[in-house]
């Protein structure tokens, strides 16, 4: 089985890039899917101990543990000692449920796969990309975002430059999404020949 990683920073278009290889009946784990249900299940519990007052009704109050978190490298740290290792449980179950029936290609759907390392549990990265200024302009069109927010967050990412110099694969939705669904289909065309 061929397991692609899919990433691309914020506002490249990778969600959308996502759903067009689940349209094409390709089995996709969302990572940060994973993560919003962890915190409302096996994660709160443990979350809660290190982080106390974080948690309302058995899930994480997402506010609180930002307040506990953000701007501390230790607490986010830990915060990610706690969260990456059952992303990846979920994504280990993910994994053989795909093998399990059959299926040739599988897509993980990671944001920090570069950052954080995980393009060594993939066979072959996927970058979503996009002019700066496309970016750019998606992002301040999102309900609450400032320019200070959006350039926080560019700053925790990989700069895209850096992803695409480390991709085997490119998906420039800048170009339209016509555009961007020939270029899945080029894809998993190139996939099924590995």
């Not at 897509?107 to 993939?122: A, F, K, N, S, Y």
């Not at 420039?172 to 270029?183: K, N, P, V, W």
């Not at 894809?187 to 590995?194: E, G, H, K, P």
Request: glycine residues 8%.
């Amino acid at each position: 089985m061929i397991v692609l990683g899919l990433t691309g920073s914020i506002g490249m278009g990778k969600s959308t890039t996502s759903d067009m290889f689940a349209r094409r009946g390709v089995p996709v784990h969302d990572a940060d899917a994973s993560v919003h249900a962890l915190y409302r299940g096996a994660a709160a519990p443990l979350i809660e101990a290190a982080f106390p007052g974080t948690t309302r009704d058995g899930a994480v109050d997402r506010t609180a543990l930002a307040a506990k978190v953000v701007g501390k490298p230790e607490a986010f740290a830990t915060l990610e000692s706690i969260i990456h290792p059952l992303v990846r449980e979920t994504n280990d179950r993910f994994r053989t449920g795909v093998r399990s029936r059959g299926k040739r290609t599988c897509v993980v759907d990671v944001p920090l796969l570069l950052e954080t390392g995980g393009d060594e549990r993939v066979d072959a990265v996927v970058v979503v990309t996009a002019d700066p200024e496309v970016q750019r302009r998606r992002v301040l069109a999102r309900d609450g975002m400032t320019e200070e927010r959006f350039n926080a967050i560019l700053e925790k990412q990989m700069p895209d430059a850096e992803k695409r110099r480390r991709a085997h694969f490119l998906i420039d939705t800048g170009l339209g999404f016509d555009s961007a669904e020939r270029q899945v289909a080029s894809i998993l065309r190139a996939v099924s020949a590995m």
